[in-house]
């Protein structure tokens, strides 16, 4: 049984995805429940498709009488549906001697899944820079790709297997755990709280995004919606807002071991944006947020988002000496917000970061140099071990670290509190950034809640807008 698959080029030129099944990417058993019609996928430029698809052609071809054939139980959140069919996670026979070759088994078994309509709508072209880089932490903004709400059973478990594909055990964790964060403020009932901070606040990166490096403005582009922050008084839990189900998962490029990719997933207080060229991956721009910033449950499960990020933060602060400590004091800032935030389609990689400031790291005392690593690990072994390794080996080698920067702000008197409003890390290096900004909740609003953000100077989006 041979399975096509066919090609419409809506802006350039791409490398057709029969070259998969010719080069054996995709096998039979991968595409199990295709029933062997024709497949087709269309390339899309971001300027006619960027916004999510909830119809089905159930006439289409047989990969559409899959979405009939599986329903979605539609009093369930995407979280809750995933874990209902926690057996099925990993499930496709997809193991393989390399990382990526999984991720594209992955990726290709759930395309099988899609309509041709939905195809569509989660398939960019590879030129498409405003694609590459429309992303946000906030709620309520236009992402690119289909939502995990618009995905039947079987086609939300395809899609998290290729999630699981891409990231490491920690990783996958922090990925669920933002996912269950939404939910769980989502439902949150704050009635009983006592509240600390202005009752009128909103997500402080719509309307403060910290003052951006000179000449970078990240204007959205036209018919992109920058999203606002929920307004009005009190908490904004228990909305739609806030739910698993408004994040999503979008491909740019040709999924294959051999060419050059992006995968994009992300939402409220998550962007992934994982570029592969030719097997090699870079995964940055990386935004996670985390509110609440400590353990919760949640559909009868535990969840602790950045928590281990956090003690290893603190840990590294602590293991200073009082000299290095102030030092790394960045004397008259203040930060409301991450400083190289979204990019918001601009298409173009912002180049002009702020003067490295702060302490040295080759200046920190042993046990602080150890902690400075542990910090930058914690968010490099988030991938797959194909993409971690040449990350570490760039940005922990001896001349890295020599020219890498740790730095902080806030109140001098308290030092590092996490439970204060405006407390801002940051490590610094040739290539590897990375900020955290305590912020007062949103939703949750007598305590603090993180956002982070990892870039690479040199390779963010693989260097390929």
Not at 45 to 60: F, I, Q, R
Not at 74 to 87: G, H, M, P, Y
Not at 137 to 165: I, Y
Not at 382 to 398: G, I, R
Request: aromatic share 10%; proline share 3%.
């Amino acid at each position: 049984m041979i399975f096509y698959f066919i090609i419409r080029i809506t802006a350039m030129k791409l490398n057709a995805l029969t070259s998969a099944v010719a080069l054996g990417v995709i096998t039979m058993t991968q595409l199990v429940g295709c029933g062997g019609e024709t497949l087709k996928v269309e390339l899309v430029d971001s300027t006619s498709s960027s916004t999510e698809t909830t119809e089905t052609d159930t006439t289409a071809d047989s990969t559409a009488d899959t979405t009939t054939e599986t329903s979605t139980n539609e009093s369930l959140t995407s979280l809750q549906r995933v874990l209902a069919n926690e057996d099925e996670t990993s499930a496709a026979n997809c193991e393989s001697d390399t990382d990526i070759a999984t991720l594209v088994c992955n990726v290709n078994v759930f395309l099988a899944t899609l309509s041709e309509e939905q195809q569509a709508s989660i398939l960019y072209n590879w030129s498409d820079s405003t694609a590459k880089t429309t992303w946000s932490n906030l709620p309520g903004v236009t992402r690119n790709g289909l939502k995990f709400g618009d995905l039947n059973d079987e086609q939300l478990t395809a899609a998290f297997n290729v999630l699981k594909a891409a990231l490491s055990e920690e990783g996958y964790k922090d990925f669920f755990g933002t996912l269950a964060a939404d939910d769980y403020i989502g439902t949150y009932d704050a009635s009983s709280t006592t509240t600390t901070t202005d009752t009128t606040a909103t997500d402080t990166a719509a309307t403060d995004m910290g003052t951006p490096p000179e000449g970078f403005t990240g204007t959205p582009p036209e018919g992109f919606d920058s999203g606002t922050a929920p307004t009005g008084a009190g908490p904004m839990g228990g909305s739609d807002t806030y739910v698993s189900d408004n994040f999503s998962i979008a491909f740019i490029g040709n999924p294959a071991a051999d060419d050059v990719w992006m995968l994009q997933f992300g939402g409220h207080h998550m962007a992934y944006n994982i570029t592969y060229l030719y097997g090699e991956g870079y995964p940055t721009p990386h935004h996670l947020g985390a509110e609440p910033k400590v353990s919760f449950q949640v559909h009868e499960e535990t969840y602790s988002t950045l928590v281990d990020e956090s003690e290893k933060l603190q840990a590294m602060y602590a293991a200073m000496s009082d000299a290095e400590f102030s030092y790394a004091y960045l004397s008259g800032q203040s930060f409301s917000d991450v400083l190289m935030g979204p990019d918001n389609g601009s298409g173009v990689m912002p180049t002009d970061y702020p003067t490295s400031e702060g302490i040295l790291v080759s200046d920190l005392n042993a046990d602080a140099q150890a902690k400075v690593k542990e910090v930058m690990l914690a968010w490099i072994n988030d991938y797959s071990e194909d993409v971690a390794a040449p990350l570490e080996a760039a940005y922990l080698s001896v001349e890295a670290l020599a020219q890498t920067y740790v730095a902080w702000a806030g109140d001098e008197t308290t030092g590092i509190d996490v439970d204060t409003d405006g407390t801002y890390m940051r490590i610094d290096g040739p290539r590897f950034w990375l900020e955290i900004i305590c912020q007062n909740g949103v939703v949750i609003q007598n305590e603090t809640h993180y956002h982070t953000i990892f870039r690479d100077k040199a390779m963010d989006y693989g260097n390929s807008l």
